[in-house]
């Protein structure tokens, strides 16, 4: 038995690479989509995106920034500038309240058993949304990543593809659909490059190839 899963996350408001995604893994055909959060905040076209997810109808994992547009928090890992302040009131502007209660039904964290491959889908880590995990991570770092059921982890908020192994779980991260950076350049620069990952489950195996669609 052979079953395909697509991982997206990070679209942060961009529909039209949203689409791109979308019509790629259309494309291809998948039995499953998971979505691993921060979907509408920081771009130009939050309900778009909003609406296009809904249409997904896919299980969705809360992200920091779907957390920040219901609330402002008081404990941020991060600085919140006057500057992110002002895009979440225009965000906030260009939703209703059907829109609210979608970001409202995303879950902290999406267990699932596919293809009998037990995985947990997460944003930052299953403990903290704000959790940052990065290639070179060692250490307590890992913590919260290990002693869990599963075969494969999923999480997103870097915007960075890569995977690796963490104990006996496989580790995916299938970068950021709507902000995908171009980290070789000083500094960094948005790329008209739309990133999900295709996730392949065949009699246990897992494989994943990661997708690039520009856009």
């Known amino acids: 038995m052979t079953a395909r ?21 259309a494309r291809i055909g998948v039995e499953e989509i998971v979505c691993l959060g921060d979907v509408a905040q920081g771009g130009d076209e939050p309900a778009q995106t909003l609406d296009r997810l809904a249409a997904l109808g896919c299980k969705t994992v809360l992200g920091n920034a779907d957390a920040f547009l219901l609330e402002v928090p008081t404990d941020s890992n991060e600085e919140i500038t006057e500057r992110q302040l002002e895009r979440r009131e225009w965000t906030l502007s260009q939703l209703d309240a059907s829109h609210l209660e979608q970001i409202r039904s995303f879950a902290p964290i999406v267990p699932r058993e596919i293809g009998g491959v037990r995985m947990l889908f997460f944003h930052g880590s299953p403990r903290f949304y704000e959790d940052v995990l990065l290639p070179e991570s060692d250490g307590e770092a890992l913590e919260p990543f290990l002693g869990h059921d599963a075969a494969l982890l999923a999480g997103g908020h870097t915007h960075l593809q890569w995977t690796r192994r963490i104990g006996d779980a496989l580790y995916v991260n299938p970068g950021s659909v709507g902000l995908s950076w171009d980290r070789h350049t000083d500094p960094p620069v948005v790329r ?18 990661f997708r690039q669609v520009p856009y």
Do not use: P
Not at 8 to 13: K, R, V
């Open 5 to 25: 899963l697509a991982l997206i996350s990070d679209q942060h408001g961009n529909d039209v690479a949203f689409r791109a995604v979308v019509e790629d893994i």
């Open 192 to 209: 008209s490059l739309a990133e999900w990952a295709l996730v392949t489950v065949q009699d246990g195996a897992v494989a994943v190839e």
